[in-house]
């Protein structure tokens, strides 16, 4: 039964009234940290569209040093409730808190592959903010394919435990030295199998140890899993939040990422 837009609007608002209460920082990682408080504080001097993507993206400009360069204003992605368009599988108004819970994730295991993401209120109301980052042109030497190769595929474990449903090509950028960074996690976090992927080709095969090492130890330490689990609830229906942590324990015990089908578990626009 679908709920009434009314109660859909208190849902998302409670949801993030109680998340932002806890702070900007809460559950990010510690080099993230300055940032974040920056994200969630700094004056917003300037606004402008992004024009691309199916829901009202805009490019946030703040009163605060960039972390990258040091010579340019801090900007930020920013994806307000109020431009997302409904969606047939995925709860109306939603789609800004997946994006936090994304990163959380991330800084759970301690991959740093999600830039970080605060809610925060802009000038078109609660919406999610996200570090805006660099693009760089990367040399196709061993070194540095091996080095993303491997970032790839924490990726790719991410949105394991995640359950992303729209892992495009897109949505992974390259920025200095070499990092790969997840962007665009908001189709994220459904109670059943959703998963659809530009990385489907590491169906079946094993993740990489350190990143099994990273599940398997978030999933073994009760303190750190139960704090992640009250975050994520602040975020996400309870019957999501439950899905992910049967999606936690699975993968800490069978290290292995999912194979999918050819079709379904291939995003579209995936090239």
Known sequence: MV?????????YRARFEAAVAAGAT??????????????????????GDVMYGSNAVF????????????????????KPVRGERPLWDFPRNTLFLREVATYLVDAAIGLGRVPPTVLRSGPLGPGSVQLFVHHAAVGRDETSA?????????????????NNADRKRAHLLVTDG????????????????????ALIALG????????????RTLAGDAGRAAALVERLSRLLAPAEVEAFSARLRELADDPVYPELDDWDGRPFEWW
Request: charged share 30%.
């Open 204 to 215: 079946g095969t094993p993740l990489p140890d350190d990143t099994a090492e990273r599940v």
């Open 59 to 78: 490019l946030l400009e703040f009163d605060a040093p960039d972390p990258q360069k040091a010579d340019e204003r801090l900007r930020a992605v920013y």
């Open 3 to 11: 709920q009434p837009i009314s109660e859909q609007t208190s849902r």
């Open 178 to 197: 070499p990092n790969v960074r997840a962007i665009d996690n908001a189709l994220t976090f459904l109670p059943y199998p959703r998963q659809r992927t």
């Open 146 to 162: 091996a080095t993303l190769e491997q970032q790839l595929r924490e990726v790719a474990a991410l949105d394991a435990l995640v």
């Open 26 to 47: 809460d559950g990010g990682r510690e080099e993230d940290r300055d940032v974040m408080r920056a994200l969630a504080e700094a004056p917003i001097t300037r606004a």
